[in-house]
């Protein structure tokens, strides 16, 4: 598919198109789709196009398939235009996705052009319903659907890449304290003060995001080795030896630090979660204040 279109046209819409087979393979780039994907038309060639969205694009492929097989010869000619939003994580971008129908000299789908647009600014309902979906609201940081997400696109780019990911599972020491002697207001204050701190212990190019409760996941790309994520763990415990400035209060909060790492220790990002949330737990069990890794 998009080997007979010409790319010089496909470049001057002014639009970022994706090409992709009937099988969820990506045939297609345009200049604006690399600029969106940070990819090059060779370089995605052929790969998974659920590599570069961050969730399965393929179940949408089938169910389109599936759709459009029920058309009849008159509908397929002016066929249903299949939109949604589709996120870029690694661009930290969100658009909406058109999806056109390609068909053989049959009549068959072989394919799909996937012409990406930038939502609209004005459809504060749109955006307002997004990020409610997707973020926390009382850090805003990315909630737990969000990082799952990213980790799945992370896992999904260190497979084609040959890389590894690390996982850290933060957990607060004593949290539960802080709300029953100081209230619950105080204790969301600490929960904001403590996102700011993890934040400034990262990469821009890292995501932590609030798990639930007192519990934080933080996302580290391209890891080169298991010292890097000892010394992002290291910097976090000792960030957190400053008091944070709660109102009239002064709370000291520790916390405890679980870590993980794909391949190395899970296959899936259901175990690479679990696996850093069990070595936290150990962490929590040899005292507190401290990390482990998932052994």
Do not use: W
Not at 8 to 14: E, M, V
Not at 201 to 217: A, H, K, N, P
Not at 226 to 249: G, T, Y
């Amino acid at each position: 598919m998009m080997k007979n279109e010409p790319a010089g046209l496909l470049n001057s819409l002014g639009i970022a198109i994706i090409g992709c087979n009937q099988y969820g393979l990506i045939t297609f780039l345009n200049q604006n789709a690399e600029v969106v994907t940070g990819l090059n038309h060779t370089a995605a060639f052929g790969t998974p196009i659920s590599n570069l969205v961050g969730f399965k694009f393929e179940n949408e492929i089938r169910k389109a398939l599936i759709q459009l097989d029920s058309l009849n010869s008159a509908q397929k000619q002016c066929p249903p235009l299949l939109t949604r939003d589709i996120s870029f994580p690694s661009q930290h971008l969100t658009m909406q996705g058109t999806m056109i129908p390609v068909y053989d000299n049959a009549g068959t789908c072989n394919g799909f052009v996937i012409a990406l647009h930038q939502k609209s600014i004005d459809d504060s309902h749109s955006e307002e319903t997004y990020y409610r979906a997707n973020y926390d609201l009382l850090t805003g940081l990315p909630n737990r659907f969000l990082l799952i997400d990213r980790i799945q696109f992370a896992m999904n780019l260190a497979k084609r890449q040959s890389t590894q990911i690390g996982l850290l599972f933060l957990d607060l020491d004593s949290f539960k304290l802080v709300n029953d002697s100081l209230g619950h207001l105080i204790g969301d204050k600490l929960l904001q003060s403590v996102a700011k701190r993890i934040i400034n212990c990262i990469r821009s190019s890292d995501s932590v995001g609030r798990y639930g409760g007192d519990e934080f996941l933080v996302l580290l790309n391209e890891v080169a080795s298991l010292r890097d994520c000892e010394q992002v763990a290291e910097k976090i415990l000792s960030s957190f030896c400053q008091p944070h400035r709660l109102n009239s209060k002064s709370v000291i909060v520790t916390v405890s630090i679980g870590i993980s790492t794909f391949p190395g220790d899970a296959d899936s990002e259901e175990s690479l979660i679990d696996h850093a949330d069990k070595a936290m737990y150990i962490a929590k069990r040899k005292g507190q204040n401290r990390f482990e890794f998932y052994k």
